[in-house]
């Protein structure tokens, strides 16, 4: 899978839009941009996923740049509870999906 | 059961000494994951059943570690001769299937500390 660049820290105030961005520049035709958070003390938590097109669901939004090179993920409205480690993962799928490949991600700090 | 649940939530063992470390699948789930996550650092895979057997035993450190799903749901991870750098948080995950965009649901962990 191809290796991902993420900023190692981030704040956002509450309310207002947290942006994280994710370079993939190696990424294969492919693969696929998931994105996966991290709460403190718990289980890693999927939140969305995309290939070519910008995708949108209850959590957040994905913009993936023509080229796929980079990604962004927005949380349209960042509150309190959205404070985790964020993780940009690059992944084939089919029977490589299981075999997900984290980096450090990106720590969010959201704050009041 | 309503998510992932892994026992023990804690277990402090000795050095040398064998360990397991359950994993209980959402029903239903084929697939079933491990991971490790050690202090400051993202998950690592361990290994991937789908089904009973192992599909990618690729990220087992070495020969101490050994994993079972006996009848595709509940698994084990077993680990002998228990070394300090064992020591981290033993992720498990499960999800329907391995298409695009499924979603993998990972358990609270187990924390291993190998005194």
């Known amino acids: 899978d191809a290796k991902t660049t993420q900023p190692t820290s981030m704040d956002c105030a509450e309310g207002r839009a947290a942006n994280l961005p994710c370079n993939h520049s190696?990424?294969?035709?492919?693969?696929?941009v998931y994105w996966y958070r991290q709460i403190h003390s718990q289980g890693p938590q999927y939140i969305i996923h995309?290939?070519?097109n910008n995708e949108t669901n209850e959590m957040a939004s994905l913009i993936i740049t023509e080229d796929r090179k980079s990604s962004t993920l927005i949380l349209p409205h960042a509150t309190l509870r959205d404070t985790a480690v964020y993780y940009c993962?690059?992944?084939?799928?089919?029977?490589?999906?299981?075999?997900?490949?984290f980096g450090q991600g990106t720590i969010l700090t959201v704050h009041p | 059961g309503a998510g992932v649940s892994q026992t023990p939530s804690n277990k402090v063992t000795e050095k040398g000494k064998y360990v397991e470390l359950r994993c209980d699948p959402i029903?239903?789930?084929?697939?079933l994951y491990w991971y490790r996550q050690s202090l400051g650092q993202g998950p690592e895979f361990l290994i991937y059943?789908?089904?009973?057997?192992?599909?990618?035993d690729s990220g087992l450190p070495n020969d101490r570690f050994f994993a079972v799903r006996p009848e595709g749901s509940v698994s084990t991870l077993k680990i002998q001769r228990t070394e300090r750098g064992d020591s981290a948080v033993y992720l498990c995950?499960?999800?329907?299937?391995?298409?695009?965009?499924?979603?993998?649901?990972f358990g609270q962990g187990t924390r291993l500390t190998v005194v």
């Open positions: 995309g290939l070519k």
């Open positions: 059943f789908q089904g009973t057997g192992a599909a990618d």
């Open positions: 029903s239903g789930h084929t697939a």
């Open positions: 190696t990424i294969s035709g492919n693969e696929y």
């Open positions: 993962i690059v992944n084939a799928g089919g029977t490589s999906y299981g075999k997900l490949t």
């Open positions: 995950a499960s999800s329907s299937g391995t298409g695009e965009g499924t979603e993998a649901f």
